[in-house]
Antibody, heavy 122, light 108 residues
Framework: EVQLVESGGGLVQPGGSLRLSCAAS????????MSWVRQAPGKGLEWVAN????????YYVDSVKGRFTISRDNAKNSLYLQMNSLRAEDTAVYYC???????????????WGQGTLVTVSS | AIQLTQSPSSLSASVGDRVTITCRAS??????LAWYQQKPGKAPKLLIYDASSLESGVPSRFSGSGSGTDFTLTISSLQPEDFATYYC??????????FGGGTKVEIK
């Protein structure tokens, strides 16, 4: 059974940093592009970033470029999102999601984690 | 970035009703569109991919159609468990991957 379990969310002050993790199991993690998708309270879904199977390609939505870094450790079946210079507008539930489009990526998401809440507030 | 506009933003319907949700892309995206269902406090669930392909395990009352810029999600006979918010997502051109604003289906 495919499972994606996020962790690392919490309350952080504006300008602060946080690192999210996503533990994957039940599939060959190293074979898939992976993404982070977020959802602000009461709002819609927003794709944040994705990363290629070997970590050699990464893409970001403009609003997080230069502040967020996506990475992965295939040996640990884990996906990460390092978030720096956090702003109030980054407050959201962050989901990790598996990109079904193999091997090219940039597709749709067939499995999602349960999400982790990040709150940026003083 | 390709923008997706969903309509309506919300609707009220009764069990057994036929429900249609539309998604319009700001430019042509071929058939590179997916539909998701999200219930409160839960992660989105994939329903339809490639505009009209039903994800494994999804009931056949869900169907998708369209290509280019105009797409529809149809629920042929609304069931109690279908009350949720539905999102479209394009994957023709990225970055960024983009989602529609959502359509909330409520009980009439």
């Amino acid at each position: 059974e495919v499972q994606l379990v996020e962790s690392g969310g919490g309350l952080v002050q504006p300008g602060g940093s946080l690192r999210l993790s996503c533990a994957a199991s039940g599939f060959t993690f190293s074979s898939y592009w992976m993404s982070w998708v977020r959802q602000a309270p009461g709002k819609g879904l927003e794709w944040v970033a994705n990363i290629k199977q070997d970590g050699s390609e990464k893409y970001y939505v403009d609003s997080v470029k230069g502040r967020f870094t996506i990475s992965r450790d295939n040996a640990k079946n884990s996906l990460y999102l390092q978030m720096n210079s956090l702003r109030a507008e980054d407050t959201a539930v962050y989901y990790c999601a598996r990109d079904q489009s193999v091997p090219l990526g940039g597709g749709y998401f067939d499995y999602w984690g349960q999400g982790t809440l990040v709150t940026v507030s003083s | 970035a390709i923008q997706l506009t969903q309509s309506p933003s919300s609707l009220s319907a009764s069990v057994g009703d036929r429900v249609t949700i539309t998604c319009r892309a700001s430019q042509g995206i071929s058939s590179a569109l997916a539909w998701y269902q999200q219930k409160p406090g839960k992660a989105p669930k994939l329903l339809i991919y490639d505009a009209s392909s039903l994800e494994s395990g999804v009931p056949s009352r869900f169907s998708g159609s369209g290509s280019g810029t105009d797409f529809t999600l149809t629920i042929s006979s609304l069931q109690p468990e279908d009350f949720a918010t539905y999102y479209c997502q394009q994957f023709n051109s990225y970055p960024p991957l983009t989602f529609g604003g959502g359509t909330k289906v409520e009980i009439k």
